[in-house]
């Protein structure tokens, strides 16, 4: 039971590598602003691999408590 609800709790390489590469994807195209909301990313994201919304929650406060952008209340803030 323990290591299902690590597995769980564990979010997959790729879903990570996903989310990264789409929020670098966003970031890089200067037609786009530097604050985004959640869900309107989610949106760009789009659907070519199943993360939920829980899980890029979870990828970009880890991203967050890496310093690389700023995330509070549902909002991205992209820093450089």
């Known amino acids: 039971m323990l290591k299902r609800h690590l597995d769980t709790a564990m979010?997959?390489?790729?879903?990570?590598?996903?989310?990264?590469n789409a929020l670098y994807d966003y970031?890089?195209?200067?037609?786009?602003?530097?604050?985004?909301?959640?869900?309107?990313?989610?949106?760009?994201?789009?659907?070519d691999m199943p993360v939920s919304d829980q899980d890029v929650r979870r990828i970009l406060e880890d991203l967050a408590a890496k310093d690389l952008i700023l995330f509070e209340n549902g909002r991205i803030y992209l820093i450089n």
Not at 13 to 18: A, L, P
Not at 27 to 47: C, H, K, Q, W
């Open 27 to 47: 970031s890089a195209d200067s037609r786009n602003p530097r604050v985004v909301d959640l869900d309107e990313f989610i949106r760009y994201m789009g659907t």
């Open 11 to 20: 979010i997959d390489e790729d879903k990570v590598e996903f989310v990264t």
